[in-house]
């Protein structure tokens, strides 16, 4: 069964520097893989969504990659702030939509 | 719009009592699906439906029931609440099956 890996340690980073989550995945590369926020209490919400033949979506300070040789999509969000600090989450398609645990980030001032 | 809604917000059952988890969409979505998300564990499938009278099962669909009489409305009943079904459901809609999902807020269920 396909499996996805995301960091479960939380990423603590200062306010500006750019903050990298990775999603890792086994067995066969799915037709797209979508990125979305989840904040304290609240549904996920929908950020990004890059197909097997992009390699890079960029949404104003975020971007996101899809490298199918290393089954992996990195995650950036570049000049973070405060407000950045949420748990993320990517999700992939094989046939249904399947999730990460999450990453959470934590942005300090 | 009022997007993806969901009631209750929160909701306390005895082990072996039924109820429905309620959701509803305004966007003339025909994909819907329930998840639920356990801690470390992610949003897992549960049972999802493409359009009106069709249904099908996810990842964890035991211990569950759906039905879509409608596009807008997609409840979710438990049929004998177990204390494994604890969690927090999470009701989601999208145009297609691969588009973006909207999710709902969100139900808390403590089964005692």
């Known amino acids: 069964s396909q499996k996805i890996e995301q960091n479960s340690e939380a990423l603590n980073i200062q306010e500006g520097k750019t903050a990298t989550l990775t999603c890792n995945y086994t067995?066969?590369?799915?037709?797209?893989l979508q990125w979305y926020r989840q904040d304290p209490g609240r549904g996920p919400v929908f950020l990004l969504l890059i197909r097997e033949n992009e390699k890079e979506k960029r949404k104003e300070r975020l971007k996101v990659t899809f490298d199918t040789t290393l089954k992996q999509s990195l995650f950036h969000i570049t000049a973070s702030q405060p407000a950045d600090s949420a748990t993320y989450l990517c999700a992939l398609d094989w046939g249904k939509l399947q999730f990460g645990a999450g990453t959470q980030v934590v942005v300090t001032p | 719009n009022a997007g993806v809604t969901q009631t209750p917000k929160f909701q306390v059952l005895k082990t072996g009592q039924s109820m429905t988890l309620q959701c509803a969409q305004d966007?003339?979505?025909?994909?819907m699906s329930w998840y639920r998300q356990d801690p470390g564990m992610g949003l897992r499938l549960i049972h999802y439906?493409?359009?009106?009278?069709?249904?099908d099962q996810g990842e964890v669909p035991n211990g569950y029931n759906v039905s879509r009489s409608t596009t807008e409305d997609f409840p979710l009943r438990l049929l004998s609440a177990a204390p494994s079904q604890t969690s927090v459901y999470f009701c989601?809609?999208?145009?297609?099956?691969?588009?973006?999902?909207?999710f709902g807020p969100g139900t808390r269920l403590t089964v005692l």
């Open positions: 966007m003339n979505h025909e994909y």
């Open positions: 989601a809609s999208s145009q297609g099956k691969g588009d973006t999902q909207y």
């Open positions: 439906s493409v359009g009106a009278g069709i249904t």
């Open positions: 067995n066969y590369s799915p037709a797209y």
